[in-house]
C-alpha cells in the first residue's frame, strides 16, 4: 500500500544539498534543518541500504495500522494490500547489487519490501521477500535491462495491482525461495493516503492532502513505534480535518517569502490536528500516554520547536494540551466507549 521508497529512491540517489532543497522548511515536525547524526548518506552503500529500508519497514508498519484502523474518519479511503513494494530498477547502480542480493528483487518486478502483521497481504500467507509475478493470471513486466535507477516499471506494475485491488479480490502470483507459488488477496479499506519517508537530515513530517511525509532524521528520532505513531497519526488528522487547503494556502506564503497570512487559523489547526491524531493512534492500538513526553523530548533536543513558530505552539504547550487529551482518551479507554475525537 505505500511505495515510499518508489519516492525515495530518487533523492537518496541524489546529493544531499538537494534533498535539502526540496523539502520544506516549516511543515508540522520542527522547521528548519537540524544537523542529525542519522544513518548519514556516506555510510557505505550497504549500511545505508540496510538503514533506510529498516526505516521504510517501520513507516510502512505504523502507516498502514492508522490507515487501516482509521478508514471510518478518513474522507478518502481506498482497497488496501498492506504491503510495501519495491523493485531492483529503482535503485541506483551503486545499491542495486545490494538490494538485489538482500532482497531477491529482479528488473521491475514488485518484491514485498514490509508486510505489516494483520494486513490483508499478510493473511493472504504473504511474507517479506516474496517476488510479485503476475496478478489475476497475467503476468507483470519484468522490464528491460536498466543502469540509472529508474521508476516508470515498477510504478506500472504497481498501478496494475491497485487496479485489481481496487475491484477485490486478487489472485497473485509469487516467487518465494526459487518456488511459484499463489495466493488470493482480499483487501481491506483503509484511508487512501500513502506515506513517503524522505532522506533528509531536518526534523519534519507534513501532509499535502494526498500523501503524508516523513523525514528519515524524524522517523530516527521517533524511536518507538508509538512515538511514529503519535508523529504520523498528527500527519493524517490534517487529512481527517480537510486541512489540504491550509497547507496549500501555506506552501504559497513560503513561496513569496512571506509568513502565511492565516496567522489565527494555523496554530488552531495544529492544535486540532494535535487531538484528533492522538485519538487516531489510540484508535490504532498505539500507546498514546507517551506523546507529552514524547513532545517535551523534541524540545529539549530541538531547539526550533521550543517556542512558537510559523503558527505552531511551542513543545511544552503542544505536551500539555496533549495531556488534557490523553485524560480524555483515558477516560473513554477505561468506560468501554468509543474513541471518536
Ligand atoms: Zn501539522
Known amino acids: 500500500m505505500l511505495p515510499?521508497?518508489?519516492?525515495?529512491?530518487?533523492?537518496?540517489?541524489?546529493?544531499?544539498?538537494?534533498?535539502?532543497?526540496?523539502?520544506?522548511?516549516?511543515?508540522?515536525?520542527?522547521?528548519?534543518?537540524?544537523?542529525?547524526?542519522?544513518?548519514?548518506?556516506?555510510?557505505?552503500?550497504?549500511?545505508?541500504?540496510?538503514?533506510?529500508?529498516?526505516?521504510?519497514?517501520?513507516?510502512?508498519?505504523?502507516?498502514?495500522?492508522?490507515?487501516?484502523?482509521?478508514?471510518?474518519?478518513?474522507p478518502t479511503v481506498r482497497n488496501s494490500a498492506g504491503w510495501l513494494l519495491h523493485a531492483a530498477s529503482q535503485y541506483s547502480p551503486e545499491l542495486r547489487p545490494h538490494a538485489v542480493a538482500r532482497f531477491g528483487l529482479d528488473g521491475d518486478l514488485p518484491g514485498l519490501l514490509a508486510v505489516p502483521e494483520g494486513s490483508a497481504a499478510a493473511r493472504a500467507g504473504l511474507r517479506r521477500g516474496d517476488l510479485l509475478l503476475g496478478v489475476n493470471g497475467e503476468a507483470l513486466a519484468r522490464g528491460p535491462g536498466r543502469r540509472a535507477a529508474a521508476y516508470e516499471g515498477v510504478e506500472a506494475n504497481i498501478r496494475r495491482l491497485d487496479l485489481a485491488l481496487a475491484a477485490g479480490p486478487v489472485r497473485i502470483a509469487f516467487r518465494r525461495d526459487g518456488n511459484d507459488l499463489s495466493a488470493t488477496v482480499n483487501p481491506e479499506r483503509a484511508c487512501g493516503y500513502e506515506v513517503q519517508l524522505d532522506p533528509s537530515d531536518e526534523l519534519n513530517a507534513r501532509a499535502n492532502g494526498e500523501r503524508l511525509f516523513i523525514t528519515t532524521a524524524m522517523a530516527g528520532f521517533a524511536a518507538s513505534d508509538d512515538d511514529l505513531a503519535l508523529v504520523l497519526g498528527h500527519e493524517l488528522a490534517h487529512h481527517v480535518l480537510g486541512h489540504r487547503d491550509w497547507h496549500e494556502a501555506e506552501a504559497r506564503g513560503r513561496q513569496t517569502q512571506t509568513v502565511p497570512a492565516l496567522a489565527g487559523s494555523p496554530g488552531g489547526a495544529e492544535r486540532q490536528a494535535d487531538r484528533v491524531g492522538l485519538y487516531l493512534a489510540a484508535r490504532a492500538g498505539y500507546d498514546t500516554a507517551i506523546a507529552p513526553a514524547f513532545w517535551r523530548r523534541f524540545g529539549a533536543y530541538n531547539w526550533r520547536v521550543r517556542y512558537p513558530q510559523w503558527g505552531h505552539p511551542s513543545a511544552e504547550a503542544r505536551a500539555r494540551a496533549l495531556e488534557a487529551v490523553q485524560a480524555e482518551i483515558s477516560a473513554l479507554q477505561a468506560s468501554g466507549r468509543p474513541l471518536l475525537p
Open 4 to 74: 515510499a521508497m518508489l519516492y525515495r529512491r530518487i533523492p537518496a540517489s541524489a546529493p544531499a544539498a538537494l534533498i535539502f532543497a526540496a523539502t520544506l522548511m516549516s511543515a508540522c515536525g520542527s522547521g528548519g534543518p537540524v544537523a542529525v547524526a542519522d544513518a548519514g548518506f556516506d555510510a557505505p552503500a550497504e549500511q545505508r541500504l540496510i538503514a533506510l529500508t529498516d526505516l521504510d519497514q517501520r513507516v510502512a508498519r505504523v502507516g498502514w495500522r492508522l490507515s487501516a484502523a482509521n478508514a471510518a474518519l478518513c
